[in-house]
């Protein structure tokens, strides 16, 4: 404990990034682990196929829950091994006033694969159904300020495994909810927070959610911080890695790696909006890119996007809406970017139609949208799609280069979108469209390595 505790401490607290129009408001500096007041010693071992089925009965929820539930504000529960005792096994829990879980290298916290644990009402979790309700989050952290989960251990939500008495895991129920008319998927995501300013998520890896990873709403203040989240690409339908949403503002996610079975980062501009963002200094892989929406109707405003590569998702930048659930979305920048082998690299749609219509009364807005220093290698789509000549797509490009333009097969989708180009070169070769305005003349120019910019996946 004393080692993990040292190396979260040594960090000088340097300022991320000083504060721009365009992100969040906050000076966010590297969080600092608090003291402990306790220290919970492991009592299951697991393996590289994680826990024998002996002790899936074996829950530490209680003690767990016992120990934040009476650790005063500033201090840290921590899950620490115990020789070869390595893990603990966990139903629902929920986080305390300042109160940080801590959870050591080489240490992780399993979910429980039991469904009832879940449960918001008899029977609600662990089906496919159209009724209301479904399940509990793993870790909940709601109606608290200052709140943490730090330390370099692990949090598997064990998505891919088989449910207790079922032969189904909670991917294979999201894969059922696919079929017309079922229903949805009554799984639990791994952690949500409502109402919870100042919330820190420091050096955790998470993996395996059965939903979403982590879910933000209503909070001002939430840090994440050289974390990581792997989770497979194809098995893990709606495995969202970050999405902060309704009503919640100065987000900062920074020095961290996401690859997933779906958007690496999704903005939900749901009631209330999302403001003051800053996603900095990030590597994506596998998944469904840098995403806003597909809700933006409370709007989405004031984010900036720097220092990011996205190695072979899906889609690459990405802003995502419909006629049914639109909104307006503005001031929004992307600076310093690289996308290598997306089908996708571009990708400003307000006709997505995974979630329902696309038309409908509540058309989307995508304006004020810069993106500056982008460089795009493999081909793919690009896209700027508007939903109608009163609500369009305004964007300018500075500085954007495919670097493969003259070997790789680029395509391109252009409505209602008004697209300025420079000062900068761009290189796009981008068609008159329907609906659409080109202002400026695309020009060559010599795009900055990424060379440097992507990197293996921290798999240790």
């Known amino acids: 404990m004393r080692h993990v505790l040292a190396v979260l401490l040594c960090f000088a607290a340097t300022p991320l990034i000083a504060p721009l129009s365009a992100q969040d408001t906050r000076i966010v500096t590297e969080p600092v682990a608090q003291p402990p007041c306790v220290t919970l010693k492991a009592s299951l071992a697991a393996g590289k196929s994680g826990l024998a089925e002996a002790d899936e009965q074996k829950l530490d929820t209680a003690r767990i829950q016992n120990a934040l539930d009476h650790c005063g504000p500033g201090h840290s529960v921590v899950l620490a091994p115990d020789g070869s005792n390595n893990a603990f096994l966990t139903g629902p829990i929920n986080l305390r006033e300042a109160v940080t879980l801590l959870i050591d290298k080489g240490v992780t916290l399993y979910a429980s694969r039991d469904p009832k644990l879940y449960e918001i009402s008899p029977g609600s979790c662990g089906i496919v159904s159209k009724d209301r309700g479904g399940c509990k989050p793993l870790i909940a952290v709601d109606n608290v300020n200052g709140a943490a989960i730090m330390g370099e251990g692990t949090i598997d939500g064990r998505g891919g495994s088989k449910l207790l008495g079922q032969n189904v895991s909670w991917w294979d129920l999201a894969e059922q909810a696919r079929t017309p008319g079922v229903g949805g998927q009554k799984c639990p995501r791994l952690i949500v927070a409502n109402h919870a300013d100042n919330f820190t998520l420091y050096r955790i890896t998470l993996k395996n959610s059965p939903n979403f990873h982590v879910v933000y709403n209503h909070g001002d203040g939430f840090t994440v911080w050289g974390i990581r989240i792997n989770t497979p690409k194809r098995l893990a339908r709606n495995t969202d890695g970050i999405d902060p949403g309704a009503g919640s503002r100065n987000i900062t996610i920074t020095h961290s790696y996401i690859r997933t079975g779906d958007d690496n980062v999704a903005i939900k501009g749901s009631a209330g909006g999302v403001t003051n963002m800053t996603v900095a200094h990030n590597h994506f892989y596998w998944g469904h890119g840098m995403s806003i929406g597909s809700e933006t109707y409370g709007g989405v405003s004031k984010l900036r996007v720097t220092d990011l590569s996205l190695d072979g998702p899906d889609s690459g930048i990405r802003i995502k809406s419909m006629g049914s659930r639109g909104g307006l979305v503005h001031d929004i920048v992307y600076d310093d970017i690289c996308i290598r082998d997306s089908p996708r690299p571009i990708d400003l749609s307000a006709a997505y139609a995974a979630n329902g219509p696309v038309e409908g009364n509540s058309p989307p807005t995508f304006e004020d949208i810069t993106l500056h220093n982008v460089r795009v290698t493999g081909g793919g789509r690009i896209l700027f799609n508007g939903y109608d000549q009163a609500h369009r797509v305004a964007v300018r490009l500075d500085n954007v280069l495919l670097t493969d333009a003259a070997s790789a097969k680029y ?50």
């Open 411 to 460: 395509t391109y989708t252009i409505n209602h979108a008004d697209i300025t180009l420079g000062p900068g070169p761009v290189n796009l070769a981008i068609p008159t469209g329907t609906d659409s305005t080109l202002t400026g003349k695309p020009t060559n120019g010599k795009p900055e390595s990424c060379k440097e910019k992507f990197v293996p996946f921290p798999e240790d």
